[in-house]
T-cell receptor
Framework: QKEVEQDPGPLSVPEGAIVSLNCTYSNSAFQYFMWYRQYSRKGPELLMYTYSSGNKEDGRFTAQVDKSSKYISLFIRDSQPSDSATYLC????????????FGGGTRVLVKP | SAVISQKPSRDICQRGTSLTIQCQVDSQVTMMFWYRQQPGQSLTLIATANQGSEATYESGFVIDKFPISRPNLTFSTLTVSNMSPEDSSIYLCSTGTGTSGRLGTQYFGPGTRLTVL
């Protein structure tokens, strides 16, 4: 069993819809949770990071962490075709100086 | 955020040869990381490179195959040695911000796309 599980998709939604992404994990030591967006043939771009449980909002993006359930989510409101990409969750035990463990990524397609 | 560049952006190599990938950061950072992303897969950490010390390799990766240099706080190289077609992947470097590191802010370079024939 992988440490971090993520549905590979693809997830296809109409423009303007809410995109809902999630990851589950097994290592209770993870404390830092990140979401990256990766366009084809590009490096991952950091979208959100959260420490421990709770919610964090940044523009159209909301990240949620439920450590009791070992479950994290990313919501994208008012989705745009430019949001079409692969979204990767990542986690670490410590802060930026610690290795990241990635989920497999979910491919998202927002149709105009 | 840190700006990270990698060279080359892509290469096609013959089996048995070696390729050195360069990673340059626009600010001084304590730790740099090298990841591999195989086709259609997620990222897997190869090693962590601290300036002035030996790189720390993850399970399944060895120094003879992936030697790493970290000569200063803004630069690192990864060499893929004695390549085989199974080494065809995207290789990415990443780093946290600042010499003290900051929560969660690990940034990635654009990657080097390697094809081994």
């Amino acid at each position: 069993q992988k440490e971090v599980e993520q549905d590979p998709g693809p997830l296809s939604v109409p423009e303007g819809a809410i995109v809902s992404l999630n990851c589950t994990y097994s290592n209770s030591a993870f404390q830092y949770f990140m979401w990256y967006r990766q366009y084809s043939r590009k490096g991952p771009e950091l979208l959100m990071y959260t420490y421990s449980s709770g919610n964090k909002e940044d523009g159209r993006f909301t990240a949620q962490v439920d450590k009791s359930s070992k479950y994290i989510s990313l919501f994208i409101r008012d989705s745009q075709p430019s949001d079409s990409a692969t979204y990767l969750c990542a986690m670490s035990v410590g802060a930026a100086g610690n290795k990241l463990t990635f989920g497999g990524g979910t491919r998202v397609l927002v149709k105009p | 955020s840190a700006v990270i560049s990698q060279k080359p952006s892509r290469d096609i190599c013959q089996r048995g040869t070696s390729l050195t990938i360069q990673c340059q950061v626009d600010s001084q950072v304590t730790m740099m990381f090298w990841y591999r992303q195989q086709p259609g897969q997620s990222l897997t950490l190869i090693a962590t490179a601290n300036q002035g010390s030996e790189a720390t390799y993850e399970s399944g990766f060895v120094i003879d195959k992936f030697p790493i240099s970290r000569p200063n706080l803004t630069f690192s190289t990864l060499t893929v040695s004695n390549m085989s077609p199974e080494d065809s992947s995207i290789y990415l470097c990443s780093t946290g911000t600042g010499t003290s590191g900051r929560l969660g802010t690990q940034y990635f370079g654009p990657g080097t796309r390697l094809t081994v024939l």
